[in-house]
């Protein structure tokens, strides 16, 4: 090992410290060097792929639908609708519950081109024209349609159509 030479491993790690503090004071500098002359705030972090599946996105947007964070619930339904086409439902509820009736006649078309044997997009849709007091023939059409669809939910689509039939008389 030579004369008097041992290993001093705390001082190779100082050295190398030192390095990397050099480095990095550097890196900072000039990182905010090319901020301040550029005129940015601060450099964001960009995801260029989102990681949340369609399915998060709609419970995510449920969750924001319930705290009546009405255009939280709304983005996120529109990130799940690019592949999951009954967050067009979802959309249209929400548009509901905020009290835009037409958009959510917009959504729950496009739900019922998507998403054709859903029955639940049918029911609301009825619903919606029952709530605006329209199109009632078509409302009673489209709550039968659901009541085919889903024999399961007849109960809940019958008190639709029930007061479908009672608004007309």
């Known amino acids: 090992m030579g004369k008097n030479k041992f290993l001093d491993p705390f001082g190779e790690a100082q050295k190398l410290s030192m390095k990397t503090d050099n480095f990095m004071r550097r890196f900072f500098f000039t990182l905010l060097l090319t901020v301040l002359l550029s005129g940015c705030a601060l450099p964001r972090i960009i995801f260029l792929d989102d990681p949340l599946t369609p399915e998060e996105h709609i419970n995510l947007g449920v969750v924001y639908e319930k705290k009546q964070e009405f255009e939280a619930a709304i983005k996120e339904y529109k990130l799940a609708a690019a592949k999951l086409p009954i967050a067009y439902l979802y959309l249209g509820n929400v548009c509901f519950n905020k009290g835009d009736l ?20 049918y029911n609301n849709l009825a619903w919606l024209y029952y709530t605006k007091g329209k ?12 009541i085919e669809l889903n024999p399961l939910k007849e109960d809940l689509y019958r008190d639709t159509l029930q007061r479908i039939r009672e608004s007309r008389k």
């Open 102 to 121: 037409d958009e959510a006649e917009s959504y729950y078309r496009k739900a019922l081109d998507k998403a054709p044997m859903n029955a639940d997009v």
């Open 135 to 146: 199109n009632l023939d078509e409302a009673e059409t489209l709550v039968l349609k659901a």
